[in-house]
């Protein structure tokens, strides 16, 4: 498991926490990064464009001269699309761009990008943001003692933080966000990704794939008991159900059948 080093505001190392593997030591797959950054800004584009067709541009609709006998062109309208400020054909209307992406895509997209930030050196783990106050220049000296080389980063902690939170919005290239609430996008987009000790507990328990061991121990006996089920011969034998009557047809047999009654005599 990788080991990280843990570091105050004050840049000093104060403990090391391990990370899980199958979250920040997994394997990079660059097309889930490109299908998850896509999917993003997709959904950010805002879809307002909108030209006017025939039917919505300015103008009357009065037929302009006879259909024949002028020798020029027939035309029944000054809005038509061959004339000028006329309407457009197929032009871009209003819609979403916004497309549904596999969950399990974002995910391996997600544990992608935080691999590479970990691989890169980019990734640090901070003891806590602690801030006194919500004072702007108090977190800019912090955050030049943890990295001050960093033009934009990205700072993740769980649970709401008032101080934090108004401290660095006033800060160029510097977003807070939650880790419920992390994209792809965000971390490719930041050079730098800061880290409560928290939020890499949440980030390491959620986008594991290893089982718990309470769930395991619950699984195993359930199956047990399915199999005994299946092998286990049931003590008291059902009832056989009583035999159907057979139908009235069934009862006569072929050979039984009626005798031709004799014609009478006539008589004289």
Known sequence: ????????????????????????AAEVNSHLLHEAVRHHLAGLRAGTHKTKDKSEVSGSGKKLWRQKGTGRARIGSIRSPLWRHGGTVHGPQPRSYAYALPKKMILGALRSALTTKLAQEKLTVVDGWQLESHKTKPLHAALMKLDGEAKTILLVEAGENVNLERASRNIEGVTLIEPARLAPYDLLRHDRLMLSREAAT???????????????????????????????????????????????????????????????????
Not at 217 to 241: D, G, I, R, W, Y
């Open 1 to 24: 498991m990788p080991v990280v080093d843990v570091k105050n505001l004050e840049g000093k190392t104060v403990g090391q926490i391990e990370l899980a593997d199958d979250v920040f």
């Open 202 to 268: 949440r980030l390491s328990g959620a986008l594991s794939g290893a089982k718990s061991e309470n769930g395991s121990a619950q699984a195993a006996p359930a199956a047990e008991s399915a199999a005994e089920a299946k092998t286990a011969k049931p003590a008291v034998k059902p009832a056989k159900k009583p035999a159907k009557a057979a139908p009235k047809a069934a009862k006569k047999s072929a050979g039984a059948k009626k005798t031709p009654k004799k014609p009478k005599a006539k008589k004289d």
